[in-house]
């Protein structure tokens, strides 16, 4: 089955702890996102990838960091100086990232801090 | 980078009634998607009209579009329960690459 699987459902993250979240997609898609969606709000660009070892910041990228060193896998590190990381996490990938065609989502990572 | 916004917020409908979403947007688009969010999961694509379309359909779904309004309906005829979800509309911008955004959404709600 082709698709976009986001591991683990849900983390949990002490103060002062680096955690990833893994996104692995199977759809030979160039581009993927991460998002971040807070209760009730919509969802916020953290990181995109165009392509292969090429990433560029969305609008809330601080305390975060990504790396594309294959097509198919997007992790993104919840770093200590992300102070809220609390939160709901998307990863999504579509054919090329010029937005005309659909993306695709995986099934989030719930992200708490105890 | 772009993002649409939904309206309304929230709507709570009885089961076999239609429900209208609305999206706006600023800037001129390549094309307008929908995707339906259930809670706590993923979102699912639903349909996708072009900058040159006015109206498209997908089974119970009706999408319009007008650019000289900058907005955009969804329609789901004849509600079920099962369709009680947020739903977005992401509005990709035209002209190069951009990345897509999404907005608030609007939270449906089917009363059986």
């Known amino acids: 089955d082709g698709g976009i699987t986001q591991s683990p459902k849900y983390l949990f993250r002490k103060e002062g702890q680096n955690v990833t979240l893994s996104c692995e997609q199977n759809?030979?898609?160039?581009?993927m996102y991460w998002y971040r969606q807070d209760p009730g709000q919509g969802l916020r660009l953290i990181y995109y990838?165009?392509?292969?070892?090429?990433?560029q910041k969305g609008d809330i990228a601080e305390g975060y960091s990504v790396s594309r060193e294959k097509k198919e896998s997007f992790p993104l590190t919840v770093t200590s100086a992300q102070k809220n990381p609390t939160a709901f996490y998307l990863c999504?990938?579509?054919?090329?990232?010029?937005?005309?065609?659909?993306?695709?989502f995986g099934q989030g990572t719930r992200l708490t801090v105890v | 980078s772009q993002q649409g916004e939904e309206d309304p917020q929230a709507l709570s409908i009885q089961e076999g009634e239609n429900a209208t979403m609305n999206c706006s947007y600023k800037?001129?688009?390549?094309?307008l998607q929908w995707y339906r969010q259930n809670s706590g999961r993923g979102l699912v694509h639903l349909i996708l009209?072009?900058?040159?379309?006015r109206e498209k359909h997908s089974g119970r779904l009706r999408v319009t579009l007008d650019t000289s309004k900058k907005s955009s309906s969804l329609l789901i005829t004849a509600s079920r329960a099962a369709d009680t979800a947020s739903y977005f509309c992401?509005?990709?911008?035209?002209?190069?690459?951009?990345?897509?955004?999404f907005g608030t959404g609007t939270k449906l709600q089917v009363i059986p």
């Open positions: 999504a990938s579509s054919i090329f990232a010029d937005g005309g065609t659909e993306a695709f």
């Open positions: 759809l030979n898609h160039d581009a």
């Open positions: 990838s165009q392509i292969v070892n090429d990433f």
């Open positions: 009209i072009r900058s040159n379309e």
């Open positions: 992401a509005t990709p911008p035209s002209g190069g690459y951009q990345k897509v955004t």
């Open positions: 800037t001129s688009i390549n094309n």
